[in-house]
């Protein structure tokens, strides 16, 4: 046990130094050393799932992307043990740096992050470095649920009421719902009592915060002031106002990786192959059916064949990526980058559906209370954490509390809300400066105007989110080669409905802040007028539809950009059952296959959309037995 646990100390405080960089951070060595020896049974590298050094020419089922949904599916198939499944991840292992849920912005732009950028438009991101969004997205075994900030929100019935709607059958609410209890092992008791919405004993993990500041509590009281209900947000209701339930365990990260893939990692019919770049799927030329997949491991070319199927679970960007690169997608466009197309697919990399929120909304306080990181983040609160698995880095970035409300653009009467506040007893000042800039890909001179006055000052943050965007962005390639990253389109705010909805959000979110339960506190909006909206009257319709086109954060939802629909359906990319339109033996299952986004964080679903997707595969070839 010795020699593993300073294996553990060593590479641990490797990676923390490669990450944050020597000095930066003080109390990492010591937070590290005393998670090796208090949670050795956490971080034993033996506990990591093992990677397939030599493997085999041919697989039952190949899987691309090795994060949420592959994770998942890793899981399920190897369920039956007659078949043999590859899981192609082009990145490498999560550490124990992100296991710490107050560190996750630090992972931004990290070796863990694709590190995308949008192309520049003038329609959002003007307070951006080039005007350009940064998408961060997980290269890493478990994927973006190793980056995100661990917020478990199914979404509304209605989301998927409108999915089979559109004649997707098998996707409704009543349908999917015992696929989101399939998955959950949810720990707080009162929620686990309730069977008809909540189960326990499923792999992921689902907890409620081990650690909440006074403004927490404070959040929801303001919310029943506005006259809101304090709901489970994944229960019978979802307007109102709660505490976040996470995907923690034991006040660490529980990602898809750690949840789904660590339990098999013993599984003889499991192969794991890290660091590995899937560059085509290939494709027989008569018979247009996928047959295999080609990828680059250790800088070679290898080529790998699948028996029953192909399955790409490489999310929003690199799933329609990877379809276009092997001659799947618009024609025309394939042409014009100078690829074969093998099928004509409109509906490839178009649909692109994110949310957005308004970063900076910050409300100054009286009391010491927030998480100003100066003052958190020590020696004291590390030993706190690996001791008892509580304190300040149990925190998820400060978010505590969510409410759905409805603006005036909804039917308020209709349990469909079309915003989310996340409230966080943080903002962008909390950590003078440093990470949550560089995260949200800030540029100096913005960042200095608007909060270099208020550095590490005690705030509290709401982010309006809008729920149900009507403008559509794309994915389209760059070239043929399969290394250069594609280019991206968001289209944010191009629809007007969208620029109304999120500025009637915003003026929520200032009035949320004037409560009398926030007032006690002392809270007073920071109103410094953002660049580039200084010439309008401040808190003016005019000024709002100027400023939320400045500091524009993507809540890293990409998603509907394969989409699912009926062969009737020109864009419709694959069918109810997930198999691609065309091409036999290829299937489609992460969040690519949304038709619209759902109503809140998308994690949730990606999880039950794989767990679904699982069974769908089952039931066409174990039917065949």
Known sequence: MAAGLLAVITGAIKAATLLLGVGKVAFIPTLIVALAYYNYDLMDPENQPRVARVLRKE???????????????????????????????????ETEITDVPILSLYLHKSKYDWKYRTQP?????????????????GKVLGGSSVLNTMLYIRGNRRDFDQWESFG??????????????????????????????????GYLTVQDAPFNTPLGVA???AGEEMGYDIVDVN????????????????????????????????????????????????????????????????????????????????????SPQLMMLSGIGPSKHLEEVGIKVVHDAPGVGQNLQDHIAVGGLAFLIDHEISLVMSRLVNINSALRYAITED??????????????????YANASDDWPDMEFMLTSSSTNSDGGTHVKN?????????????????????????????????????KLKSANPLDYPIMVHNYLTHPDDVDVLREGVKAAVAFGETATMRRFGARFHSKPVPNCKH??????????????????????????????????????????????????????????????????????????????????????????
């Open 59 to 93: 697989y039952d089922f190949i899987i691309v992307g090795g994060g949420s949904a592959g994770s998942v599916l890793a899981n399920r198939l190897t369920e039956v043990p007659e078949w043999n499944v590859l899981l192609l991840e082009a990145g490498g292992y």
């Open 121 to 137: 438009q003038d329609s959002a991101c003007q307070a951006m470095v080039d005007k350009r969004c940064c998408w961060t997205r």
């Open 168 to 201: 997707n059958y098998g996707w409704g609410w009543d349908d999917v719902l015992p696929y989101f209890k399939k998955s959950e092992d949810q720990r707080n008791p009162y929620l686990a009592r309730n069977t008809k919405y909540h189960s326990t004993g």
């Open 219 to 221: 959040f929801l009281q």
């Open 235 to 318: 229960g019978a209701q979802q307007t109102g106002f709660a505490f976040y339930q996470y995907t923690m365990r034991r006040g660490t990260r529980c990602s898809a990786a750690k949840a789904f893939i660590r339990p098999i990692r013993s599984r003889k019919n499991l192969d794991i192959a890290l660091w590995s770049h899937a560059t085509k799927v290939l494709t027989d030329p008569e018979t247009k059916r996928a047959y295999g997949v080609e990828f680059i491991r250790e800088g070679k070319r290898q080529v790998i064949f699948a028996q029953k199927e192909v399955i790409l679970s490489a999310g929003a960007i690199n």
């Open 391 to 408: 304190g300040p880095l149990t925190s998820s970035v400060g978010l505590e509390a969510v409410a759905f409300i409805s603006t005036k």
């Open 439 to 475: 995260a949200h890909g800030l540029t100096n001179e913005f960042y200095n105007e608007v909060f270099g006055r208020i550095n590490n000052k005690d705030v509290f943050g709401v982010f309006p989110m809008m729920l149900r965007p009507k403008s559509r962005g794309f994915v």
């Open 536 to 625: 309008i009257p401040l808190f003016t319709d005019d000024y709002w539809n100027c400023a939320i086109r400045q500091y524009t954060m993507t809540i890293y939802h990409m998603s509907c950009t394969a989409k699912m629909g009926t062969p009737d359906d020109p864009m419709a990319v694959v069918d109810p059952e997930l198999r691609v339109y065309g091409v036999p033996g290829l299937r489609v299952i992460d969040a690519s296959i949304m038709p619209t986004i759902t109503n809140g964080n998308i994690n949730a679903p990606v999880i039950m959309i794989a767990e679904k997707g699982a069974d769908l595969i089952k039931q066409q070839w174990l039917s065949k037995v």
